[in-house]
């Protein structure tokens, strides 16, 4: 069985070859319709067919991806926040000749424990990150040679000092805070997978992050799910009816998707459908 592997956030999920028509670029473009699906994210044409497109992202993880990196984007912004805020504080210890109050050991401070613990299958992200560590360890160390110097009372020094690490580990940091968002932001470039149930036409569309690879399985390399969504944790019918096993992968599985149970014909007879019929969404 020849399967394609493909990123939805922290998760990879396969799809078989024959299912698939087309991948393209999402261009954000769709044609939004009125829906309590929120996985429903519009329609798109192929080849002059109008296709419901579906968010994987919002199906698998609950939010899409997008609102997942903004959210970290965020994050970044609040830690660079408290670092801004961090600085300003020492410089104003320095001129007013006021004790510093805030943490100067590197390995008790919040976001040094944070940078430390974060994981991420983002690799140029993941390098940003480690380059944290010098010059936060630094700018700390800095910080206390120059809490000493305005015990001594030697301000005009200490103040150089800043000075010095206001241009070189302090600025490295911002950097590098930038550096991350803009990472996180620019990297995301999801694509449109279109599916098929009978090799020609098309059924829906999902929108998922990248294609990671292609493999090769046997039928009986797939582990069911019966037995795990037995166990008590739950799931909504929609994803569970669109799982059809684990794959095996190097260090983690990968999740067999059929793109057919996502959306049936028989949910429009359930509502109303003549007109959605009409329009040949479905």
Same mark, same amino acid.
Not at 91 to 114: G, L, R, Y
Not at 131 to 139: A, V, Y
């Given at each position: 069985?020849?399967?394609? /592997?493909? @990123?939805?956030?922290?998760?990879? +999920?396969?799809?078989?070859?024959?299912?698939?028509?087309?991948?393209? @670029?999402?261009?954000?473009?769709?044609?939004?319709?009125? /829906?309590?699906?929120?996985?429903?994210?519009?329609?798109?044409?192929?080849?002059? $067919? !109008? $296709? !419901?497109?579906?968010?994987?992202? +919002? +199906?698998?993880?609950?939010?899409?991806?997008?609102?997942?990196?903004?959210?970290?984007?965020?994050?970044?912004?609040?830690?660079?926040?408290?670092?801004?805020?961090?600085?300003?504080? *020492?410089?104003?210890?320095?001129?007013?000749?006021?004790?510093?109050?805030?943490?100067?050991?590197?390995?008790?401070?919040?976001?040094?424990?944070?940078?430390?613990?974060?994981?991420?299958?983002?690799?140029?992200?993941?390098?940003?990150?480690?380059?944290?560590?010098? !010059?936060?360890?630094?700018?700390?160390?800095?910080? /206390?040679? =120059?809490?000493? *110097?305005? %015990?001594?009372? /030697?301000?005009?020094?200490?103040?150089?000092?800043?000075? =010095?690490?206001?241009?070189?580990?302090?600025?490295?940091?911002?950097?590098?805070?930038?550096?991350?968002?803009?990472? +996180?932001?620019?990297?995301?470039? !999801?694509?449109?997978?279109?599916?098929?149930?009978?090799?020609?036409?098309?059924?829906?569309?999902?929108?998922?992050?990248?294609?990671?690879?292609?493999?090769?399985?046997? %039928?009986?390399?797939? @582990?069911?799910?019966?037995?795990?969504?037995?166990?008590?944790?739950?799931?909504?019918?929609?994803?569970?009816?669109?799982?059809?096993?684990? =794959?095996? *992968?190097?260090?983690?599985?990968?999740?067999?998707?059929?793109?057919?149970? =996502?959306?049936?014909?028989?949910?429009?007879?359930?509502?109303?459908?003549?007109?959605?019929?009409?329009?040949?969404?479905?």
């Amino acid at each position: 069985m020849d399967l394609i /592997n493909f @990123r939805v956030g922290q998760k990879t +999920i396969s799809l078989k070859i024959l299912d698939i028509l087309l991948t393209e @670029r999402f261009e954000d473009n769709l044609t939004s319709l009125p /829906n309590d699906n929120k996985s429903f994210i519009g329609v798109k044409d192929y080849m002059e $067919t !109008p $296709t !419901p497109i579906f968010d994987l992202g +919002i +199906i698998l993880n609950k939010q899409s991806t997008q609102e997942t990196n903004q959210a970290l984007v965020e994050l970044f912004s609040e830690w660079q926040q408290k670092q801004q805020q961090w600085f300003a504080a *020492l410089e104003n210890s320095i001129k007013h000749k006021q004790p510093f109050d805030h943490n100067t050991d590197v390995q008790q401070s919040n976001f040094a424990k944070w940078y430390s613990n974060f994981k991420t299958e983002n690799e140029d992200l993941k390098a940003i990150i480690e380059r944290f560590k010098i !010059p936060h360890s630094r700018l700390y160390m800095r910080a /206390n040679k =120059i809490i000493e *110097l305005v %015990k001594q009372s /030697n301000i005009t020094q200490a103040m150089t000092e800043l000075n =010095i690490e206001r241009n070189s580990n302090f600025m490295q940091l911002i950097r590098l805070f930038e550096s991350a968002k803009e990472q +996180i932001l620019l990297d995301h470039k !999801p694509i449109i997978v279109f599916t098929t149930k009978d090799g020609l036409n098309p059924h829906v569309g999902l929108l998922v992050d990248k294609v990671e690879d292609n493999i090769d399985f046997k %039928k009986e390399d797939i @582990r069911p799910l019966d037995k795990l969504t037995e166990i008590g944790f739950d799931i909504d019918p929609q994803t569970k009816n669109m799982m059809r096993g684990l =794959i095996k *992968l190097t260090q983690k599985h990968s999740l067999l998707i059929d793109p057919s149970a =996502i959306f049936k014909p028989t949910q429009l007879e359930e509502s109303e459908s003549e007109e959605s019929q009409a329009y040949g969404l479905f």
